[in-house]
């Protein structure tokens, strides 16, 4: 397994398998509490971030563009249509078996491979390794960590070990 594998696949597949369990967790809540799951779905921390649905959207296509763009290859495409916990679970399932499908070798000499991202407010250029460093892994999580602070602060009981996983759940 090379160090840029290394640092992408399992750590995302590993948060995005955490990330559904934190969403099932928000919909057992919402059905128990008769609240509506769209009111959990549209929830945000202010007004001026996105709604969680969105959050889980983000989430995925970061960890599935830093896999297509560290190996030289198309993303795949993944329409931005949920609406409900059942279509996020798909678009969580896909992502995982989409990351995965990447093997070790497919990585080789990416720490220098030049990467571009347009933003809405700029064109970033990164090499392989600062990519991942300082773009895909930490906007990965931030947006991981929005989906399960939304939920926490709606009520839904979860804690560190929701978040992290492991052996502990």
Not at 1 to 17: E, G, Q, S
Not at 116 to 122: C, D, L
Not at 141 to 156: N, Q, S
Request: hydrophobic share 40%; proline share 7%.
């Amino acid at each position: 397994m090379t160090p840029m594998h290394a640092f992408t696949v399992p750590v995302f597949a590993r948060a995005l398998r955490n990330l559904r369990h934190v969403l099932e967790t928000g919909e057992r809540y919402a059905e128990e509490k008769q609240i509506a799951p769209d009111v959990l779905l549209q929830t945000r921390l202010i007004p001026d971030m996105f709604p969680l649905v969105r959050q889980v959207q983000i989430a995925t296509d970061h960890a599935k563009n830093a896999c297509a763009r560290l190996t030289a290859t198309e993303p795949m495409p993944f329409p931005d249509e949920e609406t409900t916990f059942a279509q996020l679970y798909a678009r969580i399932d896909r992502c995982i078996a989409y990351v995965e499908s990447f093997d070790a070798a497919q990585f080789e000499g990416s720490e220098t491979r030049p990467v571009q991202v347009k933003t809405r407010a700029a064109e970033l250029n990164f090499d392989g390794q600062n990519y991942v460093t300082t773009f895909a892994v930490p906007s990965f999580f931030f947006h991981v960590t929005t989906a399960y602070a939304i939920l926490r602060d709606a009520g839904v009981p979860l804690g560190k070990r929701d978040f992290l996983g492991g052996a502990g759940r």
